[in-house]
């Protein structure tokens, strides 16, 4: 997943990194409920191990999917398919990406997708800002006094682990140079090593000065290892340089820049050795659309989608694999009886970040009434640290964070105030979320955040669209070289990814039944919210949330009973104290150690 800097990003120590830490190094036990965000301080039933609002606990909304699906998920066969993109580094466009959309076709179109005009498969083609890109080989050496060399990083395998070492878009190079720490001591035709990360500003500043090329060693802040261990150091942090670019520029752990630095220490001067392939090609990409054609003759659609590109195994061969099986378990269950053919058309899309949604709203004739987005839904939370995590609808608690809300490590995004539209996907992610845990007996733990923003649920919620995002966080691995087959449980994707597809399938087929059930949670936040804000001597906070709670109960009426939505109840809500609190300062926005990541 690759979340976009906002200047508004504040990057908080927050409760969430905490517990995860008090998680993994005192496992098999877990937090305190009090250190949670989201605990209200009550004893809840064992069931209810959600730490946010309280859901109520009926059967009915994505309950009844849960009970019908969660079983038929073939975990096995998901871990495969993740497996197969572990293997391939996926950049949009290149012969590896393409192969994992023909994988993932040749199995919808095996179980039933495109055969008909119920089940339909199709491929959606765009353009490119610059030629498609693919690395090859790269290796990067130091030169000993006494001959030979050091090596510190190489790949020649698409599988192997230093293949992250290129930038998306870094060129082929073979240059040879002294190194120098920092821009002020760089000379013509010397190479920079920085743990700062590669910005175009700063390649552009190296190559007036000279430079022969860039050697970054940046990581993030929720890079470091989470057990106090030192993990961290052989991360290598996959980056992206822009299309065009000739400088030669490589990433490498910080393992390997502490030892070229105190190399130079030692015998002064040192003389590095950087050696890379890449392939470019045409500056297309494709976009992979399984549709189940609703009953319904107004053709609104239910979106669920998930990229394929960066070359992680938890972000994101584990949310294509988890969106992949959730399709091929419902075209099963419903070609067999098993569930009912669906009110409205449930759509899954695999292809670019940001680009499958573009293209997908653009192009479809579906009106897209709801949207869920997986992302890093398979990261094991002993071996990663990550927590499984609902980022909310922009609500409230977006612009205007009083606990029990958190921000985690990422931090808070810009809200626009015409998205704070009062809506109840939220509510049903997180019931999706309690009724799984129900389903496997009360013992998964799930947690919920604001609205950060920057992947596709952006694209979907400027269109006006209610969407949520499912994911995990903080991983320590994130974006970097560490993040394997082996950080992926089994157990977790299918948890993650069934609640994802009964979020989208409870939107997709309402029924009048659900529509108790979501007021009486919608209570429950209303309660938790209204006497946080008034504890804070937040007023107006206070009533943001009581006018988000009156829209948000019109919106669930009209959504279960299927009439019209009064005009009053899809106006924005006024959240202006929250927005003034949400601008933060920009320089707030730097990680230790190095600038913001993605």
């Known amino acids: 997943m690759i979340r976009l800097p906002s200047p508004a990003r504040l990057l908080l120590p927050t409760a969430l990194a905490v517990c995860a830490i008090v998680a993994c190094n005192s496992s098999p036990g877990l937090p305190e409920p009090e250190d949670l965000p989201g605990w209200n301080g009550e004893e809840e039933p064992a069931e209810l191990s959600h730490r946010g609002p309280r859901v109520d606990l009926q059967e009915a909304g994505p309950y009844r999917f849960v009970e019908k699906l969660y079983d038929r998920f073939d975990q096995t066969r998901a871990m495969d398919n993740v497996a197969f993109l572990d293997r391939r580094v996926r950049t949009p466009g290149s012969r590896d990406y393409d192969e994992v959309l023909d994988h993932f076709a040749e199995q ?4 039933g997708y495109g055969e008909n005009a119920r089940f339909e498969l199709e491929w959606l083609e765009s353009e490119l800002p610059g030629p498609s890109w693919r690395p090859v080989k790269a290796r990067i050496a130091v030169q000993l006094e006494e001959g030979g060399e050091r090596e510190l990083h190489a790949f020649e395998q698409r599988h192997d682990v230093d293949r992250v070492m290129l930038p998306r878009n870094a060129p082929s190079c073979d240059v040879t140079g002294t190194v120098a720490f920092s821009l002020d001591e760089l000379s013509e035709g010397e190479i920079l090593f920085t743990r700062t990360a590669l910005r175009a500003d700063l390649v552009q500043r190296a190559k007036a000065k000279g430079a022969a090329a860039v050697v970054s060693a940046a990581l993030a802040g929720y890079n470091e290892d989470f057990t106090h261990g030192n993990r961290h150091l052989d991360a290598i942090q996959y980056r992206e340089v822009d299309p065009g670019t000739d400088m030669p520029v490589m990433q490498v752990s910080q393992r390997s820049y502490e030892l070229v630095e105190s190399e130079q220490i030692a015998r002064g001067k040192v003389r590095v050795k950087l050696e ?20 319904e003759p107004v053709d609104e659609a239910v979106l669920l989608l998930s990229h394929v590109q960066e070359p992680g195994a938890s972000d994101n061969a584990s949310g ?32 670019m970040e940001f680009e499958e949604s573009r293209v997908w709203l653009e192009r479809t004739h579906r009106k897209p009434i709801a949207a869920i987005n997986a992302v890093m839904v398979g990261n094991s939370r002993t071996r990663t640290g990550a927590l499984p995590l609902l980022e909310r609808y922009p609500d409230p608690g977006a612009v205007a964070v009083i606990a029990p809300d958190q921000h985690t490590l990422w931090g808070a995004g810009d809200v626009d105030p015409e998205w704070l539209v009062p809506n109840g996907i939220s509510v049903v992610a997180r019931c999706a979320l309690v009724d799984v845990s129900r389903h496997v007996g009360g013992t998964w733990e799930t947690f919920e955040n604001p609205w950060e923003g920057g992947t596709d649920h952006d694209n979907l919620i400027k269109a ?25 449980d089994g157990d977790e994707l299918q948890r993650m990814s069934i609640a994802a597809l009964a979020t989208g399938l409870a939107m997709a087929d309402p029924r009048p039944t659900d529509l108790d059930r979501y007021l009486q949670s919608m209570v429950f936040e209303k309660r938790l919210r209204v006497e946080a804000a008034t504890a804070a001597d937040r007023p107006l906070v206070a009533e943001a949330w009581m006018q988000w709670s009156l829209g948000t109960q019109a919106w669930f009426r009209a959504h279960c009973l299927g009439i019209d939505l009064p005009a009053d109840a899809a106006l924005p809500i006024d959240a202006s104290e929250g927005l003034e609190e949400s601008q933060f300062d920009a320089e707030e926005a730097i990680f230790e150690g190095g600038e913001e990541g993605y």
Not at 284 to 294: I, N, Q, Y
Not at 331 to 351: D, K, M
Request: aromatic residues 10%; glycine residues 8%; hydrophobic residues 50%.
């Open 464 to 488: 006006g669209i209610p969407t949520v995002l499912l994911w995990h966080f903080p991983d320590f691995t994130f974006h970097t070289s560490l993040d394997r087959y082996e950080m992926v």
């Open 320 to 351: 294509a694999a988890g969106q992949l099986e959730n399709a091929l378990v419902l075209i099963e269950a419903i070609r067999s009886g098993h569930v009912e053919r669906l009110s409205r058309s449930v759509v899954f899309v695999w292809g």
């Open 108 to 111: 919808l179109s095996a179980a």
């Open 276 to 295: 890379a392939e890449v392939e470019f090609g045409e500056p297309t990409v494709r976009t992979l659309v399984a549709t189940l054609v609703g009953r």
